[in-house]
């Protein structure tokens, strides 16, 4: 007598088992499950305010690639969107964005918009996207080999850029808050992301101690040459383009 599986009605062969509901749980566990990731999101967002060391802490020593890769997405559009609304506060003073761009911050007026539509939106966004693309790819790597090759710590690549990773929601957050603010006082709003960029970099000095050898007197150095060979780099970088 033909015997067919009670739930998928598969025809089995004598003493055959039917493997359907392995599959069922291996698809459902293949899924993403989008309300645990939006809860650990609120999670970081709020214990980076108020447990900031914790928080880096805990991402670092358990790294979660796919949350870290995800946080760095957020924080590059983030900053595409706050690079459009400083370049059209100047392109509006100059109709056309000069040597003078950062310079010319003070004297902005971003209450005259008749230029706006002239603004070459994509262009600044790809820049915008593309230099902080080249900022977190040559700090991470950097921070990997002065910590591998010359503090010879035995870090992952993984852990290094989940910490980086994590130093990027604070920005993320005022990045949006300054975009706003800058349409009240753009001068304003610059040193409010001066002041969370430095508070940042204070955030990812003391991680660097979650991934680096665990002497004091050496960990320091890992921050200082890391940022001096990225400084370099980007100097040559932006000197011959």
């Given amino acids: 007598m033909a ?53 880096i802490k805990n991402y670092t020593n358990k790294p979660n690639i796919t949350i870290a890769s995800i946080q760095m997405i957020i924080f590059i559009l983030f900053f595409g969107i706050y690079a459009l609304s400083i370049a059209k506060s100047i392109y509006v003073l100059y109709g056309v964005i000069t040597k003078e761009y950062f310079t010319a911050i003070y004297n902005a007026n971003i209450n005259n918009i008749s230029l706006a539509t002239q603004i070459p939106y994509f262009n600044i966004l790809l820049i915008a996207i593309l230099f902080i693309i080249i900022v977190s790819f040559l700090t991470v790597i950097t921070l990997y080999l002065v910590n591998h090759l010359l503090f ?10 989940c910490l980086y990773s994590i130093n990027t929601v604070l920005p993320s957050v005022f990045l949006i808050f300054c975009t706003i ?52 780099i980007l100097f040559i970088l932006f000197k011959f383009i």
């Fill in 181 to 232: 603010l800058g349409f009240v006082s753009l001068q304003l709003s610059l040193i409010v992301l001066i002041f969370t960029l430095i508070l940042s970099n204070i955030y990812l000095y003391s991680g660097i101690n979650f991934i680096s050898v665990k002497d004091d007197n050496k960990y320091g150095y890992t921050y200082i040459i890391t940022m001096i060979i990225v400084y370099i």
């Fill in 3 to 55: 015997k067919y599986c009670s739930k998928c009605g598969k025809l089995l062969e004598k003493n055959q088992k039917c493997d359907c509901q392995t599959k069922v749980k291996k698809i459902r566990e293949s899924k993403i499950d989008y309300k645990k990731y939006l809860n650990e999101f609120v999670d970081i967002y709020k214990s980076i305010f108020t447990k900031p060391i914790d928080t």
């Fill in 152 to 161: 010879k710590s035995k870090t992952s690549i993984k852990r290094v850029f």
